[in-house]
Structures are given as C-alpha cells and as structure tokens.
C-alpha cells in the first residue's frame, strides 16, 4: 500500500497520507514520496491548488517513533533527520506558489501538528485535535511549531501547548485564532474540496505573490514590507489575472482566471 495518495482533479492536487493504522506516523519513505507529490505540484502548471489530507481517522502523529532505535547508549541525533527531511517539508509548504489547504481528519501530533500548520488555510473535522506531543517525550516542538505557535495564538497558549502536551481540540482550535475552521466530520472533505476547488479557480499567480508578502511579514520592519509590497505588486500587476479581474468588475461578470 503507497503511503502517500495523489490524485489530480480540475486543477487540484490532492494528497493524502496513508499509514492509517500508524496515524499516518512518518517514515522515510512517506517523506520522500511527499516531497515528490509537491514537487509535481509545483512543476505542473495545470495544479493550482493542493489539499492535504489523511486516510483514515487520524491526520498525521508525526515521526514513526516504532522505527526509533533507542535501546543503544550513543548520543541519538535526531538533526540528521529534521534537516533531511521534516526542515524541507516546512520550507516547500510555505515557498510553494500555489495554496495549500490541508484538511485535518483527525488528530494531528508532534510534527503531524506543525505541519498542518505550515499549511495556507487549515481546515479540521470536529473530532480532530492538535497535540504538541514533543515534550512528552523530551523533544522541542519542530516542523516550525516554536515559530508558528506563537506567531498564531500568541506566547502564553504556545508555552501552554509545548510544554503540557494536551490535546486542543478543533473547535478550540479555531477559536484561538490557529486553524481557519471546523466543520462535522462528514462535511469536512466536501467543504475543503470546493475551497481548494475555489482557489485554483483563483488567480495563482496573485495568490503566489500574496503567500510571499504574508510569510515574509513576520520578520519585517513596516518600512521593509511596505517596500516588499510596492514589488510584489508591481508583478501581480503585470498578470493576465489583473486585466481579467478589473475587467470583468467593469463588465459586471464574474472573472475567469488563468492563473497566469
Ligand atoms: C504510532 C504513532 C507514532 C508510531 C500513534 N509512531 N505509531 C522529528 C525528527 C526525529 C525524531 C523525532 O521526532 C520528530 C518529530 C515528531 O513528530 S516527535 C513526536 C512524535 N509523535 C508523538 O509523540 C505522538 C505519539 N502518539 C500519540 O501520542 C497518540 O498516539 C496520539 C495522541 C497521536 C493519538 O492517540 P490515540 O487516539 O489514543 O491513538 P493510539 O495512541 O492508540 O494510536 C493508535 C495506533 O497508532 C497505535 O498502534 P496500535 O498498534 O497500538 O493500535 C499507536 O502505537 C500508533 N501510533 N502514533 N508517532
């Protein structure tokens, strides 16, 4: 059974993780095979939009911690790993220029967690939850978790999260700012479906720019990102989408993008 499900439909990519009944834990081989369903997203021109998902009924419990060998008494370095393969995963989510909706089915731990949070707009089912399981086991949050939570829900509820290790549930989630929305189960997959549907229906090229100047915004000055702004609009100025949009506002009808 592939441990990763791509499949293409009218502009989106999906992607689904699938070691169910490891909770989608990850090995090494799921990472390569992720890294090669986004390396056709982004080169393939007809995606527009990615969806993130999970077989099964967990999203993501971060590393395979069954394929860890503890029992020896060397130092375990776990760099080698984070910079081969967890690090990359993080830097190509957000550098993709195409959005990225990841839909998460159910609970989402360690850095199953943080990288459903690298993603563009988070979705979760009801029944899902976001555990920063690392200090359970001794580790610091990784896949970008010391770096989103407290961009996301502010420094108490991130020390909070790390540090206790609990399960926030979706809908608390959502209230604190960290996903974009909940919905029930059932509605989950259809609802994160039409948006990824609606985004690559969008001006990608637009939507690109935009993901650059949000993600670029952290570690800016005003003055900086006002400069950054003026430059990437220069460029999202310059796009077909641009003339299609203004255009259509004028003619009253909806716009067709091409992504270009
Ligand atoms: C698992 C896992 C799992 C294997 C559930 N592995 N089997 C980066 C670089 C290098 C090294 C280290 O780490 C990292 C980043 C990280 O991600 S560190 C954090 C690793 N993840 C965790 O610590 C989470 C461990 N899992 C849990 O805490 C729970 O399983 C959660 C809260 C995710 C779900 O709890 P439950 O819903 O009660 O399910 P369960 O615990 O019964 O798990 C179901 C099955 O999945 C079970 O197998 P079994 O054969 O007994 O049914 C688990 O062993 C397996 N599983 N997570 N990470």
């Not at 293409?8 to 799921?30: C, S, Y």
């Not at 760099?79 to 990841?102: E, T």
């Not at 978790?145 to 609990?166: C, D, N, Y």
């Not at 720019?209 to 005003?222: D, E, H, M, R, T």
Request: charged letters at 25%.
């Amino acid at each position: 059974m592939a441990s990763i499900l791509v499949a293409q439909d009218a502009g989106v990519l999906t992607i689904t993780l699938n070691r169910p009944e490891k909770l989608n834990a990850f090995n090494p081989e799921m990472h390569e095979r992720l890294r090669a369903a986004l390396q056709q997203a982004d080169d393939d021109p007809a995606v527009r939009a990615v969806l993130l998902t999970g077989a099964g009924r967990g999203f993501c419990a971060g590393q395979d911690l069954a394929e860890r060998d503890v029992s020896g008494s060397a130092p375990i370095d776990l760099s080698v790993s984070i910079g081969s393969h967890y690090n990359p995963l993080v830097r190509r989510l957000r550098a993709l220029p195409k959005p990225v909706v990841c839909a998460v089915n159910g609970v989402a731990a360690g850095a199953g967690a943080n990288i459903a949070l690298a993603c563009d707009l988070v979705l979760a089912a009801r029944s899902a939850g976001f555990v920063q399981a690392f200090a359970r086991i001794g580790l610091v949050p990784d896949s970008g978790g010391t770096w989103f939570l407290p961009r996301k829900v502010g420094m108490a509820r991130a020390m909070g999260l790390a540090l206790l290790g609990e399960k926030l549930s979706a809908e608390d989630a959502e209230r604190w700012g960290l996903i974009w929305k909940v919905f029930d189960d059932k509605d989950l997959l259809p609802e994160a479906k039409k948006l990824a549907a609606q985004l690559a229906a969008g001006p990608t090229k637009g939507y690109a720019l935009l993901k650059k100047a949000l993600n670029a915004s952290a570690g800016n000055s005003l003055e900086a990102q006002l400069d950054l702004e003026r430059d990437l609009q220069r460029d999202a100025g310059a796009s077909e989408d641009y003339r299609e949009g203004v255009s259509a506002f004028k003619e009253k009808r909806k716009p067709t993008f091409k992504g270009k």
